[in-house]
């Protein structure tokens, strides 16, 4: 499956934050990988020649801010490709990539996961005051966690060292204070980027009143 995120595309547009060049040059080998999964050549690919360019310009002492006009028909593909991808979901692309020793992808990742619990939790019927959205960052070498705690359902999003298809857990609880819960669910997370699909999943496994009342409203 090839996957595409708009990651590269803004980090080639400001590169003001990686001003050495070991973290530039770093910066380029993700974007290269990046590429490969989307399904694209690195070396065709605008954000990866403009965060290379960048490490040329480190190297002859331009500051990382500096802009160049040379740079504009890269730039003005780089702001296409962030369009186009407006209209696809992140969580899933940020979840095959990993956001191990990447702290903005792992912010990225976050974010988007918090977004996807919100829809997700209106689509089972919650209203923001019936839930607690929270989020563990932890170590730089995992991913973290984010979970949506609710009086019924408990739903954890990570990305496990395993491998994929188990990135959501969710399971039926007693109480925002009940952190153990009846039996472990898991799902891919590109359920979870399908709110219908994923609150349908939630009220078969768990059985969660809440959900089949939305499912009637669906």
């Known amino acids: 499956m090839n996957y595409d995120l708009d990651f590269r595309y803004r980090r080639a547009l400001q590169p003001d934050g990686l001003a050495t060049i070991p973290t530039a040059t770093q910066a380029v080998v993700d974007a ?12 065709r690919d605008p954000a990866t020649i403009l965060l290379a360019r960048h490490v040329g310009r480190l190297a002859l002492g331009h500051p990382p801010d500096a802009t160049f006009d040379e740079d504009a028909p890269l730039r003005r593909q780089c702001l296409a490709r962030i369009d186009a991808l407006k209209s696809k979901p992140a969580l899933v692309a940020l979840a095959r990539r990993g956001v191990s020793y990447d702290p903005e992808a792992k912010r ?6 918090r977004s ?9 019927g919650l209203e923001p005051n019936q839930y607690d959205l929270r989020s ?9 966690d984010i979970v949506l705690h609710a009086e019924e359902i408990y739903v954890l999003v990570s990305i496990p060292c395993f491998g994929p298809g188990r990135e959501v857990m969710f399971r039926r609880c007693q109480g925002r204070s009940d952190y153990c819960g009846l039996a472990n669910n898991f799902c891919d997370i590109a359920v979870l980027a399908d709110p219908v699909r994923f609150t349908a999943l939630v009220a078969r496994e768990s059985g969660l009143a809440i959900a089949r009342r939305q499912l009637e409203l669906v």
């Open 108 to 113: 990225a990742f976050h974010r988007e996961a």
């Open 116 to 124: 996807a619990l919100r829809i997700a939790a209106r689509h089972m």
């Open 32 to 43: 290269m990988q990046d590429a490969r999964n989307a399904g694209v050549d690195p070396a």
């Open 136 to 144: 563990n960052i932890a170590g730089q070498a995992i991913s973290g």
